[in-house]
């Protein structure tokens, strides 16, 4: 049973903007996390956040990325503003069963769940 689905990837020139969309009424109270992935490169993280929507963020989109969760909608967001091509990735959405991300918020072992992922491809 899928319990984290994303949306709203696409293609956009650099300089532009896009909101990438993870619906997950499972997890929506817990720690959330967006990560990335480019072609041949590890996973990363790119910014995560908690039950009572304390942020962290990965200094190479720190000013330009918001994440945000809207618990009405069960929805978790990334805002991503001043797009650059190498922001170009896979980008997931990831959760664990645990109020608090942690110092280990940018560990892909931190999480338990993932979707399956949404493109964005930035061109220059």
């Known amino acids: 049973q899928v319990q984290l689905v994303e949306s709203g990837g696409g293609s956009v020139q650099a300089g532009g903007s896009l909101r990438l969309s993870c619906v997950s009424p499972t997890y929506i109270n817990y720690c959330m996390a967006w990560f990335r992935q480019a072609p041949g490169k590890e996973r990363e993280a790119v910014a995560a956040?908690?039950?009572?929507?304390?942020?962290n963020y990965a200094d190479s989109v720190k000013g330009r990325f918001t994440i945000s969760k809207d618990f009405g909608k069960n929805t978790l967001y990334l805002q991503m503003n001043s797009l650059k091509p190498e922001d170009t990735a896979l980008y997931f959405c990831a959760s664990v069963r645990a109020y608090w991300c942690g110092g280990g918020w940018y560990s892909t072992g931190r999480y338990d769940d993932w979707g399956q992922g949404t493109q964005v491809t930035v061109s220059s």
């Open positions: 956040i908690d039950k009572d929507s304390r942020t």
